[in-house]
T-cell receptor, first 114, second 112 residues
């Protein structure tokens, strides 16, 4: 069990550019979640997948954001036309559908939009 | 999911027990209490969870009051590495509602 991994750990981009983040969940975890965390706040839910199906999306997930999990394993989160307000930590978590579904988080990707 | 209330910050001396309270007075019968912590610039780390009974694991103990309206996370011998923001979350585990709703948590500062 190597835990949830995220790549990159840090990303600096200029406003208007597109960025993509990757999340690799714990193997055999069929549920995957994306959260966003701004300074001084707790993480906020963005979206969640069960296998390859995206089952819930937050209103925070504007049309500039898109998430995929094409084969039910890793997931990508893309932000198009980045804005300074997108600067945040993007966190990925995974869980198994078995039992009480504890979510385990990755280290996050810190995005800075200049 | 029920709302939780936690103190903004707490101090604890190294080696002493840290007792972190959480109020969840509107908790429903099928909602679990979860605790996570987040050390600076890292992802949240799962600590413990419970429904009705007190729980203990290698990291901490969770004490839930009989009416389930509040709980206390206990770190028995706090170390400097326990300095973190601690989040108390209540959620239904029913396969349908899966997201965690975080508040602003309690910043625990362990002092040498």
């Amino acid at each position: 069990d190597t835990g949830v991994s995220q790549d990159p750990r840090h990303k600096i981009t200029k406003r208007g550019q597109n960025v993509t983040f990757r999340c690799d969940p714990i193997s055999e975890h069929n549920r995957l979640y994306w959260y966003r965390q701004t300074l001084g706040q707790g993480p906020e839910f963005l979206t969640y997948f069960q296998n390859e199906a995206q089952l819930e999306k937050s209103r925070l997930l504007s049309d500039r954001f898109s998430a995929e999990r094409p084969k039910g394993s890793f997931s990508t989160l893309e932000i198009q036309r980045t804005e300074q307000g997108d600067s945040a930590m993007y966190l990925c978590a995974s869980s198994s559908r078995q039992g009480i579904e504890t979510q385990y988080f990755g280290p996050g990707t810190r995005l800075l939009v200049l | 999911d029920a709302k939780t209330t936690q103190p903004t910050s707490m101090d604890c001396a190294e080696g002493r027990a840290a007792n972190l309270p959480c109020n969840h007075s509107t908790i429903s019968g099928n909602e679990y209490v979860y605790w996570y912590r987040q050390i600076h610039s890292q992802g949240p780390q799962y600590i413990i969870h419970g429904l009705k009974n007190n729980e203990t694991n290698e990291m901490a103990s969770l004490i839930i009051t009989e009416d389930r309206k509040s709980s206390t996370l206990i770190l028995p011998h706090a170390t400097l590495r326990d300095t973190a923001v601690y989040y108390c979350i209540v959620r239904v585990v029913d396969g349908a509602t899966n997201k965690l709703i975080f508040g602003t948590g309690t910043l625990l500062a362990v002092q040498p």
